[in-house]
């Protein structure tokens, strides 16, 4: 180094050569230091600690096995079974039934897949099952009884640690009987412990390692020490927890730290009027398009009459596409045939209010279409997302509630089951319930509907999906008093024009055409549902 400096010393001054002979070692030494090979961990969720459940829990003790007991049929009845099936509701022949409470029936969808294929399907689909189940297994799920009469105070829950942060235990101590020296100990396997202060009289052996033992032979001093204790997370791994074992020389105790990122907002200016909602501020309207630029147009029309600056965004995969041009309007134009769910998935992402109102694109909208009562329940509940009332020229309302149940069926899948109807009113909404599946209508908060989705791979039928795969992401509700027209879907056979015919050719297959067969598939590989049940 020093004689290639001096070399260099042509251009370069002594004292600069100097600093440079001394600087240049530094710098790599601290560079060596800063980047020196992290530890070695593997980024996977860690097991739990054996022996944590006692397996005797589900069988009945042999202790208590003279006593005898009867089966109360009505409550099995409602306990999971892990071995679902699908039929159809024997219906009752009374007038309307249809219309009142829907038609039942029942898909089983492995047929779906062609049979010499299922063996091979099933094989993947339990391989990606297997590698879904371990990514969302957390350790906070895991069953853990506590035992009768401890002599052990900790924190049941509530403890919380940054990832490789440090915090103090709360709660711990021993309350015991008289004895020569009072030993209590810790473990973890994700952390490790330490104590933040030194109390006297007590020995800490293991201080920094992933189990300390404290003892002491005055148990007063022994539970001060005990208000010192450290946790610190070593393993880097976000949204799990550690399983902390506390133990006296004849008790165990088992409590877990959660070991996550503090939840970073996203939130929305919504503008400064205190009043009442400013809907261009607060609400997007997104739609998709596909040929029918009529229909378009009038559903345009129809919400500049209410709502003159509220940005609309217009997914389009038309073959040959038209302008769509105006104020507050964006066109996003798509590959020829992308798909229903692809346009809603387009038309979301480039939402920036903190709402969106999803329509398709033959509504219209009217004065009973106030999207200020969306956005007062959307403000005023935790609902995620809320659907209004579309109305047929008939006069008919449609508010497509749902209700979606998923229940254990083992391995060969899960049964899905939807229900039309609601699970509750909302207090101070008296139009409003709470439900899993409402109509294309709905008013959604941004950051949770981008987060559920929409699949792209439901190109031509889809609606249901997207709430199936938003089941506990999104808590949904539904308003019968907000209402939007719905340009006629029955029309004429001689009254349909060419567009009209071609849009129905790709909107509506028929039933021998294969995205019925692709939706069944989604079903059951991605969904790992093996049948499901509807009215
Ligand atoms: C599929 O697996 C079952 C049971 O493992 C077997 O009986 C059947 O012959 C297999 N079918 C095909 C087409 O490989
Ligand atoms: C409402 O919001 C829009 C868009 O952010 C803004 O241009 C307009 O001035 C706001 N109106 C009122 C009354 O605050």
């Not at 920036?352 to 398709?360: F, G, M, Q, R, S």
């Not at 029309?491 to 055409?513: G, I, V």
């Amino acid at each position: 180094m020093a004689s290639h400096c001096l070399r260099a010393g042509m251009r370069l001054s002594k004292k600069l050569c100097g600093f440079l002979v001394l600087f240049v070692p530094l710098c790599l030494l601290c560079f060596h230091i800063y980047t020196k090979p992290a530890s070695v961990v593997n980024v996977w969720n860690r097991e739990v600690p054996k022996g944590l459940l006692d397996q005797t829990v589900f069988q009945p003790s042999e202790k208590l096995s003279h006593i005898p007991f009867k089966w109360k049929d009505e409550v099995l009845q409602l306990l999971p079974k892990n071995s679902c099936k699908c039929e159809a509701e024997a219906t009752l022949n009374i007038p309307f039934r249809q219309e009142l409470f829907g038609k039942p029936y029942a898909v089983d969808f492995a047929s779906a897949v062609s049979v010499s294929q299922l063996n091979e399907t099933k094989r993947r689909r339990d391989e990606e099952y297997k590698k879904f189940k371990m990514r969302h297994h957390n350790p906070t799920d895991v069953l853990i009884i506590a035992k009768a009469n401890s002599p052990l105070e900790y924190p049941t829950q509530g403890v919380e640690v940054r990832p490789l942060k440090t915090v103090i235990i709360p709660g711990l101590s021993l309350q015991d009987f008289l004895k020569k020296v009072y030993k209590v100990s810790l473990s973890a396997n994700k952390g490790t412990f330490n104590i933040a202060a030194e109390v006297e009289g007590v020995t800490v052996k293991g201080a920094g390692e992933e189990r300390i033992t404290l003892s002491s032979p005055n148990m007063d001093n022994l539970n001060r020490q005990l208000q010192f204790v450290s946790y610190t997370n070593t393993i880097f791994h976000p949204n799990t927890a550690d399983i902390v074992q506390f133990q006296s020389d004849e008790h165990l105790a088992t409590f877990h730290i959660k070991i996550r990122h503090p939840t970073v907002p996203k939130m929305y200016d919504t503008g400064s009027s205190n009043t009442k909602y400013n809907i261009s501020a607060l609400v997007t309207i997104a739609t998709k398009t596909f040929l029918r630029y009529d229909k378009l147009q009038n559903l345009i029309d129809s919400i500049r009459k209410f709502y003159p600056t509220v940005t609309i965004i217009i997914a389009d995969d038309s073959e040959n596409p038209q302008k769509v041009e105006g104020p507050f309007i964006e066109h996003y134009i798509m590959p020829f045939g992308k798909g229903w769910f692809a346009g809603r998935n387009l038309a979301i992402s480039q939402v920036t209010t903190k709402y969106v109102l999803w329509v398709d694109d033959d509504f219209i909208f009217s004065p009973r279409t106030k999207i200020e009562r969306m956005v007062d329940v959307l403000e005023r509940t935790t609902l995620d997302l809320v659907g209004g009332a579309v109305r047929e020229i008939t006069g008919y309302y449609t508010t497509y509630r749902q209700k979606i149940s998923v229940f254990p069926g083992g391995k060969e899948g899960d049964c899905l089951m939807t229900r039309q109807g609601y699970h509750h009113t909302i207090n101070g909404f008296p139009n409003c319930v709470v439900t899993d599946g409402v109509v294309n209508f709905f008013l959604a908060r941004t950051d949770k509907i981008l987060q559920a989705g929409f699949d792209p791979r439901l190109s031509r039928i889809g609606h249901l999906e997207f709430f199936i795969d938003g089941l506990g992401i999104l808590h949904v509700g539904s308003c019968d008093d907000v209402i939007v027209d719905h340009a006629s879907k029955i029309q004429l056979p001689w009254s349909k024009t060419e567009t009209d015919k071609e849009y129905a050719k790709f909107r509506y297959p028929k039933s021998s055409d294969n995205s019925m067969v692709l939706r069944h598939i989604l079903f059951y590989f991605k969904n790992r549902f093996k049948c499901m049940t509807g009215n």
